[in-house]
C-alpha cells in the first residue's frame, strides 16, 4: 500500500523559513516523479516542484523559483521541501505526491488532472 505522509507546516512570518518532510512508503522513488502541489483557500492545486530521478528532471514553477529546494533522504524514503524566504501568497495546504512523470505536474491541476499518489497534506501559513 503505498502511502505519503507530510509533516513540518505551521506558521511563519514572511521572510522565514520552513522545511517541510514527507515519509513515502509502498513505492519506490526511481519509479516515480516525486514533488510538491499546494492547494491555497478558495483556489486549485498548483503544482510546485516536480522531480524524476529516472529522467533527471527536476523543475519548479516560476512562483518558487530560487526560494525552495526539493531534496531527498533515499535511505530514509523520504522527501523534502525546504521554503525559503516565504511571502503571504505561500499560504496553502503541501501536499507531496507522485506521478509517473513530470509532464502533467504543472499544467495538469488546472485541467482537473489528479496525481496518481498523495498524502493528506500540511498547513503552511505566512502572515505578514
Known amino acids: 500500500e503505498v502511502q505519503l505522509v507530510e509533516s513540518g507546516g505551521g506558521l511563519v512570518q514572511a521572510g522565514g523559513s520552513l522545511r517541510l518532510s514527507c515519509a513515502a512508503s509502498?513505492?519506490?522513488?526511481?519509479?516515480?516523479?516525486v514533488g510538491w502541489f499546494r492547494q491555497a483557500p478558495g483556489k486549485g492545486r498548483e503544482g510546485v516542484v516536480c522531480?524524476?530521478?529516472?529522467?533527471?528532471?527536476?523543475s519548479y514553477a516560476d512562483s518558487v523559483k530560487g526560494r525552495f529546494t526539493i531534496s531527498s533522504d533515499n535511505a530514509k524514503n523520504t522527501l523534502y521541501l525546504q521554503m525559503n524566504s516565504l511571502k503571504p501568497e505561500d499560504t496553502a495546504v503541501y501536499y507531496c505526491?507522485?506521478?509517473?512523470?513530470?509532464?502533467?505536474?504543472?499544467?495538469?491541476?488546472?485541467?482537473?488532472?489528479?496525481?496518481?499518489?498523495w498524502g493528506q497534506g500540511t498547513q503552511v501559513t505566512v502572515f505578514s
Open positions: 505526491a507522485a506521478d509517473p512523470g513530470c509532464n502533467s505536474w504543472f499544467i495538469g491541476p488546472k485541467l482537473g488532472y489528479e496525481y496518481v499518489y
Open positions: 509502498g513505492f519506490n522513488f526511481d519509479d516515480y516523479a
Open positions: 522531480s524524476s530521478r529516472r529522467d533527471g528532471i527536476t
